[in-house]
């Protein structure tokens, strides 16, 4: 059933309608005023404040005139759209799962990733991304768009971008030493993850081998608190098949809890930069 709070896929369903309205150039006013219903009513379906019926979907789709693919994917995202969580399993679940993420990052003010064995995405390097990619179960002729969303994901964290979201990155020791692709392409990510350390908004702390347990070897995870203050702080997880995106305070408390024990596992920000360094030198030497 509908509600009246925020859940990350009344927050997608909302940023689809908020989308379909804008691209067609119409007010919200404008829009409420055709659908007759009240302006802060439709304000709230479009934040994800409160889940529309899907009826009063099918309706605001109608008024856009959206049909086929788009009101499919739209109206089967009202299932469960109440649930503490979203679970991603199927390809068309998954694509719709990224595009809220990328809402999500895009809206952050802090995004915090624990990655124990692979370098995290929002500071990958383009051939890094690919050899990820190509290595994987990624259809061949959905690399690229992959590889390109991926990388368009760095833009909210980029110094090039104003007012650009805060990042934290705890990386393994295991991901900096695991050479996916070539050394060359492995030597190039470690040198963009040394670019990217410098930056002012951007903290990187190595978790080496020798720092004994620490809740990172459980697995890896992506906190994303927003900006504003009413916004939704999601944890997101991922494995070979599916995606998961956590919502109620319980769950992200749980998470947000775990980043100080790793941090206290890590090296400093300078030390850190010193053994990333270290490494590269290393791969460097014939």
Same mark, same amino acid.
């Given at each position: 059933m509908p509600g009246n709070t925020a859940t990350i896929k009344s927050k997608a369903v909302g940023a689809k309608l908020r989308k379909l309205r804008t691209d067609r150039r119409q007010s919200l006013r404008a829009a409420a005023?055709? @659908?007759?219903i009240d302006p802060s009513t439709l304000l709230r379906y479009e934040t994800g404040e409160r889940g529309p019926k899907a009826e009063t979907v099918a309706r605001i789709l109608g008024h856009y005139g959206v049909n086929n693919g788009l009101y499919d994917e739209i109206m089967g995202m009202l299932a469960d759209?109440?649930? /503490?969580?979203?679970?991603?399993? =199927?390809? *068309? #679940?998954?694509r719709q799962q990224t595009a809220a993420l990328l809402e999500f990052e895009a809206a952050a003010g802090t995004i915090t990733e624990v990655a124990p064995l692979l370098i995290p995405g929002l500071v990958q390097s383009p051939d890094y991304t690919r050899a990820i990619m190509s290595g994987g179960t990624v259809p061949s002729d959905e690399v690229s768009l992959r590889v390109a969303t991926r990388l368009g994901r760095r833009e909210v964290v980029s110094i090039d971008r104003p007012n650009p979201a805060n990042l934290v990155v @705890?990386?393994? #020791?295991? +991901?900096l030493r695991q050479v996916i692709g070539t050394k060359d392409m492995m030597v190039e990510q470690l040198d963009y993850l040394l670019k990217v350390a410098s930056w002012p908004h951007v903290d990187v702390?190595?978790? /080496? %081998?020798? =720092?004994?347990?620490?809740?990172?070897? #459980?697995? +890896? %995870?992506? @906190?994303i608190d927003p900006r504003a203050d009413d916004g939704l702080s999601i944890v997101f997880l991922e494995n070979r098949r599916s995606g998961l995106i956590l919502h109620e305070d319980k769950d992200v408390k749980a998470y947000r809890e775990a980043i100080p024990l790793v941090s206290s596992a890590a090296l400093s920000p300078a030390a850190s930069i010193e053994f990333i360094a270290d490494l590269v030198?290393?791969?460097?030497? *014939?």
């Open positions: 005023a055709d @659908l007759g759209v109440d649930a /503490p969580q979203w679970l991603a399993i =199927s390809l *068309p #679940e998954q @705890l990386v393994g #020791e295991a +991901a702390r190595v978790v /080496p %081998f020798t =720092s004994g347990w620490h809740p990172a070897l #459980e697995g +890896a %995870f992506t @906190l030198n290393g791969m460097r030497t *014939p």
